[in-house]
């Protein structure tokens, strides 16, 4: 993609580094992933399932919600491609995908939150 020159010339060169910057459609991609984590109940769901391969009763439980609001968080995540989901029996468990996407983001919120995985930085389960 070809950009114009600037209006002012602050001397930083700008117009050649914009020839590396992403499309718009790229950013778009970007912010649909932030969009579907931009929900504290889905974070700690997406957190909780990037350690541990649940179903839907035991992740209410653990994170104090309704099942039916649980279910509704992890639709958006699945649709996300965040997580997986797998059928034994009558039950549905879920886990987070096993993409470099995931472990990216599992990480960001680690650092950002400050925490380390609680099984140890080695241990993420992921798979």
Same mark, same amino acid.
């Given at each position: 993609m070809e950009y114009p020159s600037l209006p002012h010339d602050h %001397?930083? /060169?700008?117009?050649k580094r914009l020839g590396g910057m992403p499309p718009a459609e790229s950013f778009g991609m970007l912010a649909a992933v932030f969009k579907e984590l931009g929900d504290e109940s889905r974070l700690r769901?997406?957190?909780?399932l990037c350690h541990c391969e649940e179903c839907v009763i035991n992740i209410s439980s653990m994170v104090g919600m309704s099942s039916p609001a649980v279910s509704?968080?992890?639709t958006k995540l699945k649709a996300g491609g965040l997580i997986t989901s797998s059928r034994r029996g009558k039950e549905v468990y879920?886990?987070?995908a096993d993409t470099e996407k995931t472990? /990216?983001?599992h990480s960001m919120i680690e650092s950002i939150m400050d925490i380390e995985c609680p099984? %140890?930085?080695d241990n993420i389960d992921l798979t």
């Open positions: %001397g930083q /060169l700008v117009e769901i997406f957190w909780l509704h968080h992890l879920y886990r987070a472990r /990216l983001l099984w %140890g930085k």
